[in-house]
Antibody
Framework: EVQLVESGGGLVQAGRPLRLSCAAS????????MYWVRQASGKGLEWVSG????????GYADSVKGRFTISRDKAKKSLYLQMNSLRADDTAHYYC??????????????WGLGTLVTVSS | QSALTQPASVSGSPGQSITISCTGT?????????VSWYQQHPGKAPKLIIY???KRPSGVSSRFSGSKSGNTASLTISGLQAEDEADYYC??????????FGGGTDLTVV
């Protein structure tokens, strides 16, 4: 069974960094594209970032480009999101999602339960 | 990057069919057959219900179907059931290795 468990969320001051992690199990992590999607309370889904199976293709939403960095660790079967220069509008529930294939752009086939990031101004 | 446009809400009666539209541009929805749809119940993580415009993942009811014409994709739910009441989001691949979600549609089964 696919399991994605996010961690690292919490309350942080504006301008400070935070690093999210997503521990993957139940599938061959190296074979799949991975993504971060966020959702502010009462709002819609917003794609944040994605990374192909081999880290060869990476993308970011304009709202986070230059501040957030996505990465993955094959040995630890983990996905990361380094978030710098956090702003109040980054406050959201952050979901880790597994692509349906290794190809970047494949749909979000499985989702974690998410981790809450709250940025105080 | 502008969000795709969806109606804020739709409603239907049990047994009826409804369609949710998702309008983008010639750069995203109109340029790629890479539109997916997600169902999200309150307090839950989203669930993939349609991918590549009209494909259903294993285990998803055949009552859900997708289509696309030009810059607009559509999700149709036939034989509405109470359990279909949820938020629905479309998503499209877009230039520069980005993805775009629609604003979401609140489906009420009355």
């Amino acid at each position: 069974e696919v399991q994605l468990v996010e961690s690292g969320g919490g309350l942080v001051q504006a301008g400070r960094p935070l690093r999210l992690s997503c521990a993957a199990s139940g599938f061959t992590f190296d074979d799949y594209a991975m993504y971060w999607v966020r959702q502010a309370s009462g709002k819609g889904l917003e794609w944040v970032s994605g990374i192909s199976w081999d880290s060869g293709t990476i993308g970011y939403a304009d709202s986070v480009k230059g501040r957030f960095t996505i990465s993955r660790d094959k040995a630890k079967k983990s996905l990361y999101l380094q978030m710098n220069s956090l702003r109040a509008d980054d406050t959201a529930h952050y979901y880790c999602a597994k692509g349906s294939s290794g190809w970047y752009g494949s749909p979000f086939a499985s989702w974690g339960l998410g981790t809450l990031v709250t940025v105080s101004s | 990057q502008s969000a795709l446009t969806q109606p804020a809400s739709v409603s239907g009666s049990p047994g009826q069919s409804i369609t949710i539209s998702c309008t983008g541009t010639s750069s995203d929805v109109g340029n790629y057959n890479l539109v997916s749809w997600y169902q999200q119940h309150p307090g839950k993580a989203p669930k993939l219900i349609i991918y590549e415009v009209d494909k259903r993942p294993s285990g998803v009811s055949s009552r859900f179907s997708g289509s696309k014409s030009g810059n607009t994709a559509s999700l149709t739910i036939s034989g509405l059931q109470a359990e279909d009441e949820a938020d629905y989001y479309c998503c499209s691949y877009a230039p520069s290795n980005t993805l775009l979600f629609g604003g979401g549609t609140d489906l009420t089964v009355v």
